[in-house]
């Protein structure tokens, strides 16, 4: 389903990474680690609530280049940035959004993203992001939004 996405800000970790030679598929749950074992949640300023923003942004070109990752909440702005976090600002802009239900420790996340990447959408690749709220609280039975910047 095509939807526009009115523009937010992000603050969190970051890791940059490629999907080359299996390197995101450690980097990544390496980030999540990161971020639940610090406790960065409770340290990110002026968040709206818990929700989690997964984000994939600042593509060298597409899917197959490296990218980062933002593991974090969205916040009312940016003008306070905890030392060793990022912030960035989701613009406005148009998204394919691919509603999930399942079991995440299934793999229910990562598969979708392998039929992302063979599809035809015309993707942007300016910022694409998974949406992770109360209704993905219990992993064997979680719902998962995945936004994708269109063109």
């Given at each position: 389903m095509?939807?526009?996405?009115q523009?937010?800000?992000?603050?969190?970790?970051a890791v940059?990474?490629s999907?080359?030679?299996g390197?995101?598929?450690k980097?990544?749950p390496a980030?999540?680690?990161?971020?639940?074992?610090?406790g960065?949640?409770?340290?990110?300023?002026n968040?709206h609530?818990?929700?989690?923003y997964?984000?994939?942004?600042?593509?060298e070109?597409d899917?197959?280049?490296?990218?980062?990752?933002i593991l974090?909440?969205?916040?009312?702005n940016?003008?306070?940035?905890?030392?060793?976090m990022?912030?960035?600002?989701?613009?406005?802009?148009?998204?394919?959004?691919?509603?999930?239900?399942g079991?995440?420790?299934?793999?229910?996340?990562?598969n979708?993203?392998k039929e992302?990447w063979?599809?035809?959408?015309?993707?942007l690749?300016?910022?694409?992001?998974?949406v992770?709220?109360?209704?993905s609280?219990?992993?064997?039975?979680?719902e998962?939004?995945?936004?994708?910047s269109l063109?």
């Amino acid at each position: 389903m095509k939807i526009q996405i009115q523009s937010f800000h992000i603050i969190g970790l970051a890791v940059r990474t490629s999907n080359e030679g299996g390197r995101a598929e450690k980097d990544i749950p390496a980030l999540w680690s990161q971020f639940f074992g610090d406790g960065v949640l409770a340290k990110i300023p002026n968040r709206h609530d818990d929700t989690l923003y997964c984000i994939y942004t600042d593509y060298e070109k597409d899917h197959t280049l490296p990218y980062t990752t933002i593991l974090g909440c969205r916040v009312d702005n940016l003008e306070e940035i905890p030392e060793g976090m990022t912030g960035l600002t989701i613009e406005d802009g148009q998204y394919q959004q691919y509603p999930l239900k399942g079991n995440l420790n299934d793999g229910l996340v990562y598969n979708k993203w392998k039929e992302i990447w063979q599809s035809p959408l015309e993707r942007l690749f300016s910022a694409d992001f998974e949406v992770y709220d109360h209704r993905s609280t219990d992993p064997s039975n979680a719902e998962v939004d995945i936004f994708i910047s269109l063109r």
